[in-house]
């Protein structure tokens, strides 16, 4: 079946750094892939989201390019603030699997000032 | 914002007794979900329906039943609470058509005792 594969956490980064938080997937048909984060005792929110290959998307400085090729979708920042503390998920919506999102483990992210 | 309020937010129940978890939406919208959140595993599908008196099995279903009477309201029960059923309970929500309009509620912490 499908799933979806993050680097473990916890990431411990100083404020201004380069995030990059490792995200793969396995799917039967052609996902879509997305980034949620979860900031502290809230729900999920979506991040950024890519519906095919080679679409990039982006949102509050974040970034994620869907390659097919390494069936990869990294989530990436130029320059972390404190108010990014949170938990990231990677997950995927493969209509061949029965219309439902599948979530990768979770990465906590927190940036120190 | 679509609506969605989880009730409790936190409950603490013992070994054996029923529990029973409320999400509720204002929006009309045909599918929701229901996930539950551990560390190491992310979120993981336990039930979802599609409509009133509509609903299917997620990937850990086992000791747990819903019912969805009206479209706004859909019940996650767990018949006989276990200790392995602490966990942080999200629901979320679906508009039909779309297969990345999901919103999560703000979670329902359970501890069973």
């Known amino acids: 079946g499908d799933s979806v594969t993050q680097m473990e956490g916890p990431v411990t980064l100083s404020e201004e750094a380069f995030l990059t938080i490792n995200c793969t997937y396995t799917?039967?048909?052609?996902?879509?892939l997305f980034w949620y984060v979860q900031y502290p005792g809230e729900g999920l929110q979506l991040l950024l989201k890519?519906?095919?290959?080679?679409d990039k998307g982006s949102n509050k400085g974040f970034e994620a390019t869907y390659r097919k090729e390494t069936t990869s979708f990294h989530l990436e920042k130029g320059s972390v603030q404190v108010s990014d503390s949170a938990v990231y998920f990677c997950?995927?919506?493969?209509?061949?699997?029965?219309?439902?999102?599948?979530f990768g483990a979770g990465t906590i992210l927190r940036v120190k000032s | 914002d679509a609506g969605i309020t989880q009730s409790p937010r936190h409950k603490v129940t013992e070994t054996g007794t029923p529990v029973t978890l409320r999400c509720h939406q204002t929006?009309?919208?045909?599918?929701m979900y229901w996930y539950r959140q551990d560390p190491g595993h992310g979120l993981r599908l336990i039930h979802y329906?599609?409509?009133?008196?509509?609903?299917d099995k997620g990937e850990v279903s086992d000791g747990y039943s819903v019912s969805r009477s009206k479209t706004e309201d859909f019940l996650l029960t767990l018949e006989s609470a276990t200790s392995s059923q602490t966990s942080v309970y999200f629901c979320?929500?679906?508009?039909?058509?779309?297969?990345?309009?999901?919103?999560f509620g703000s979670g329902t912490r359970l501890t069973v005792v």
């Open positions: 329906s599609y409509g009133v008196k509509d609903t």
């Open positions: 929006e009309n919208h045909r599918y």
């Open positions: 979320a929500i679906r508009r039909q058509g779309s297969y990345y309009g999901y919103t």
């Open positions: 799917a039967t048909g052609y996902p879509s």
């Open positions: 997950a995927l919506f493969d209509m061949e699997y029965g219309n439902k999102l599948v």
């Open positions: 890519a519906t095919k290959a080679d």
